[in-house]
């Protein structure tokens, strides 16, 4: 296989492919999903037509992979905060915190993963599914025993515990809900393990 500038053709297509990414968080995170096409997206990643068919068969299969490398950054970061954490509920304590963080400091991350990413398509809502199931099993796996007489799964009771945290940090993240980073994690953490136990 022939190296360019010390790169194999492998390498170039991944590198291009990460361009077109970049382009797709940018695009999508500023002016949404349904205002972008791929001539746009190719024009801000500096790539000729033919490159995006390469690494994607379509716009939604672009917003996937952006949803994705979203998701894993941050989630990466978030199991990395929940592990200074001794109790369960300070590990969901630093772990929405954390994501409420990640999200607060790229709103273009916020606006693919909150707005963008919903109701774009099934690629994307498999895609979107995906990681929210990835943060229920951080949570499943904090939460205390429940009792027998709630007959409820807990995965999916922390499944709908992610929803109604996105739903929250969507509020927060648009000013419609004016409280502090720590009220909304508070309110979060207070969602998830019921009242702080009384003294």
């Known amino acids: ?20 990414i970049a382009a797709g968080l940018e695009l999508f995170g500023t002016q949404g999903y349904a205002a972008t096409s791929v001539r746009a997206v190719l024009r801000e990643a500096g790539l000729q037509e033919r490159y995006f068919a390469e690494s994607f068969t379509g716009l939604e299969g672009l917003l996937a992979a952006v949803h994705d490398d979203v998701h894993d950054r941050g989630y990466a970061f978030a199991v990395a905060e929940m592990a200074r954490g001794e109790s369960p509920e300070e590990r969901l304590r630093l772990m929405v915190d954390a994501v409420a963080r990640w999200l607060a400091d790229d709103p273009r991350a916020a606006r693919v993963k909150l707005v963008e990413v919903v109701g774009a398509g099934p690629l994307a809502e498999r895609h979107r599914q995906l990681g929210m199931q990835a943060y229920a099993a951080l949570i499943e796996a904090e939460l205390p025993p429940l009792p027998p007489e709630m007959k409820m799964d807990p995965r999916q009771l922390s499944m709908a515990l992610v929803a109604g945290v996105n739903g929250v940090l969507l509020d927060w993240l648009t000013g419609s809900l004016d409280i502090s980073r720590d009220q909304l994690v508070d309110h979060a953490l207070r969602s998830t393990l019921g009242p702080p136990p009384q003294h």
């Open 1 to 20: 296989m022939r190296n360019y500038d010390g790169q194999t053709a492998e390498q170039r297509r991944d590198s291009r492919r990460i361009r077109l």
